[in-house]
């Protein structure tokens, strides 16, 4: 099955730069818990924590739904970073290459944290897919094969580079029996959201916009009085969408920051966005759904 790459909405988005301190030497911490996986009403996290004492550090693999991509959180002393925001060098080593995600500085109750804002793969595309998706027209859809398990076998460290002072390697060990259970869980999620999941493996067309996503929610949806605080956020929506192709409730996964956040998004998602709907393998079209992210951010 093929992979749907996500393009998250940016409002009010700018670029940043910093001179960050010379590396002082690599941090390698061994876990110290087993992975745990965690059921929630509208997401799955795979977690598990590194270290101990001054260099604990919490890892976090957030799923919202089918799509290989998780939203990576990392907690602890070793990776505080002073940038509000910026793009940080991850590597799922030794055979992946590096990436640059980017991300938002938060918090973990009294822990830093560093949230990052976009949907991450333990590898990037591959040099064909990287093509197919710079020549597809702007109505296709962009998509790429799933990691192969044999990828995800070999992978035997997360290694997080700039920003940070010194970079930190958790040793990870193998990330295919982890993600094979947050996949289970997934399955789950959508037999509880009343999804058809075993027609869903086989579609022949997933849930398309049939509008510009990047005009549902504009400039002037950015609440006021969060506008006026300076608060950024990050917002995991779902959209339910009918055989018709018609958004019949919206639903907010995860969020960063107050609700005039989630009201402000839901509002206008349900006003804006239009669908072309999912088909099954005869054709036929059912029932299904649309996941996105919006970031509202401060010049």
Known sequence: ??????????LLAYATSAVADAPKGPISLKPTSAWHVDYADDRCRL??????????????????????????????????????????????GPAEEEQKFSFLKGNLGERTAIVFSSG????????????????????????????????????????????LRNEVILETGSMN????ALDTCID????VWGIDVERHRTLTRSVRPANNPGQWVVAADYPLNMLSAGQPAIIEFRLSVGADGKATACHIQSTTRPKEFDNAVCKSVMRRAQFVPALDREGKPLASFYRNRVRFEIP
């Not at 099955?1 to 940016?10: E, G, N, P, Q, R």
């Not at 957030?62 to 590597?91: C, H, I, M, N, W």
């Not at 197919?132 to 076998?153: F, G, H, M, Q």
């Open 1 to 10: 099955m093929l992979h749907k790459i996500s393009t998250a909405f940016v």
């Open 47 to 92: 977690a598990r924590q590194f270290g101990a004492d001054d260099e604990l550090v919490y890892a976090f693999f957030d799923r919202y739904g089918p799509e290989e991509s998780f939203r990576l959180t990392l907690a602890g002393k070793p990776v505080r970073v002073s940038l509000d925001k910026g793009e940080a060098s991850v590597q799922f």
């Open 120 to 163: 991450e793969r333990i590898g990037p595309p591959t040099p064909a897919e990287r093509q197919r998706l710079n020549s597809a027209k702007p109505d296709e859809p962009r998509t790429v094969e799933p990691i192969s398990a044999e990828r995800k076998k070999a992978v035997r460290f997360m290694k997080i580079g700039r920003p």
């Open 177 to 180: 029996g982890p993600l094979k």
């Open 188 to 191: 789950n999620l959508m037999t």
